[in-house]
């Protein structure tokens, strides 16, 4: 009788691991190795949560490549954004990670170089044809000399990663225009957001001739710009002043975040 029952007990034990074996299915795989590029947008300044790691690139575990990389487990994740950057700093400091097998890689860039600080310092303190003027030249920087920069940057990209499927992801829009709050005149805040406009177009149209993903997040911060009354943006911040005009922590999690998940 003894017998007979350890029989039936091994038996319902082995029955039990092949179903268990048999309605598991495959161990789900890994994201893709995932590496984060770009300037202070991709970085995460006004996002808060700082590596303190980082030093003065103000990388922000609240950033949105943070956000990809907790919510999928890439197989290796490396994030060298840094505050400050230009496209020949993306390629002179931030490519070490790329190689064959990294799958994914998000990058803003060219906004410094195209005067984006600049601008925003003589629009706040300047008058409104100061702003214009200021403007109209980064416009003519983006449109005429950009465009072989953010080329180099690609082919960089591409050259070290062939692999990779790359997402540019670009910048929101300031202000929400035609209503009225306190700070810049409604002259100020439509050249601003123009430039952003001829920015993202610009580097929607580079990204499109080298095969890369443009995520355009002007959607996303649709109604969330300054002086929405929801803002996803910081405007002028005293202390630390390097947080002013860009995204906070919503912005990334709910701006940049939504944008880069749907086009990775």
Same mark, same amino acid.
């Given at each position: 009788?003894?017998?007979?029952?350890?029989?039936?007990?091994?038996?319902?034990?082995?029955?039990?691991?092949?179903?268990?074996?048999?309605?598991?299915?495959?161990?789900?795989?890994?994201?893709? !190795?995932?590496?984060?590029?770009?300037?202070?947008?991709?970085?995460? @300044?006004?996002? *808060?949560?700082?590596? &303190? $790691?980082? +030093?003065?690139?103000?990388?922000?575990?609240?950033?949105?490549?943070?956000?990809?990389?907790?919510?999928?487990?890439?197989?290796?994740?490396?994030?060298? !954004?840094?505050?400050?950057?230009?496209?020949?700093?993306?390629?002179? @400091?931030?490519? *070490?990670?790329?190689? &064959? $097998?990294? +799958?994914?890689?998000?990058?803003?860039?060219?906004?410094?170089?195209?005067?984006?600080?600049?601008?925003?310092?003589?629009?706040?303190?300047?008058?409104?044809?100061?702003?214009?003027?200021?403007?109209?030249?980064?416009?003519?920087?983006?449109?005429?000399?950009?465009?072989?920069?953010?080329?180099?940057?690609?082919?960089?990209?591409?050259?070290?990663?062939?692999?990779?499927?790359?997402?540019?992801?670009?910048?929101?829009?300031?202000?929400?225009?035609?209503?009225?709050?306190?700070?810049?005149?409604?002259?100020?805040?439509?050249?601003?957001?123009?430039?952003?406009?001829?920015?993202?177009?610009?580097?929607?149209?580079?990204?499109?001739?080298?095969?890369?993903?443009?995520?355009?997040?002007?959607?996303?911060?649709?109604?969330?710009?300054?002086?929405?009354?929801?803002?996803?943006?910081?405007?002028?911040?005293?202390?630390?002043?390097?947080?002013?005009?860009?995204?906070?922590?919503?912005?990334?999690?709910?701006?940049?975040?939504?944008?880069?998940?749907?086009?990775?």
């Amino acid at each position: 009788m003894r017998l007979t029952k350890s029989f039936a007990a091994i038996g319902t034990a082995i029955l039990a691991i092949g179903l268990s074996l048999g309605l598991s299915g495959p161990a789900q795989a890994a994201a893709p !190795a995932y590496v984060a590029l770009g300037d202070s947008y991709s970085a995460g @300044n006004g996002a *808060g949560n700082y590596d &303190s $790691s980082s +030093g003065d690139c103000h990388r922000s575990f609240s950033a949105y490549p943070y956000l990809w990389k907790n919510a999928h487990s890439p197989s290796s994740f490396s994030d060298t !954004a840094c505050s400050g950057a230009v496209t020949t700093d993306v390629i002179n @400091n931030q490519l *070490g990670p790329l190689n &064959s $097998s990294t +799958g994914l890689v998000s990058i803003t860039i060219g906004g410094n170089d195209a005067g984006f600080s600049d601008v925003m310092t003589t629009c706040v303190t300047g008058s409104d044809s100061d702003c214009v003027n200021r403007v109209n030249t980064a416009e003519n920087y983006v449109r005429n000399t950009l465009p072989a920069k953010l080329d180099a940057v690609y082919n960089a990209i591409h050259a070290k990663a062939p692999n990779a499927h790359v997402v540019v992801l670009g910048y929101p829009d300031m202000y929400t225009l035609n209503v009225f709050c306190i700070g810049l005149d409604s002259t100020k805040h439509a050249k601003i957001d123009e430039a952003a406009d001829v920015l993202d177009t610009t580097t929607a149209a580079r990204a499109a001739a080298h095969g890369f993903t443009f995520g355009d997040v002007r959607s996303t911060f649709k109604g969330h710009e300054l002086c929405s009354g929801d803002d996803y943006l910081h405007s002028l911040v005293v202390s630390p002043s390097w947080e002013s005009y860009h995204p906070t922590a919503t912005g990334h999690s709910a701006g940049y975040y939504p944008v880069l998940n749907a086009d990775a």
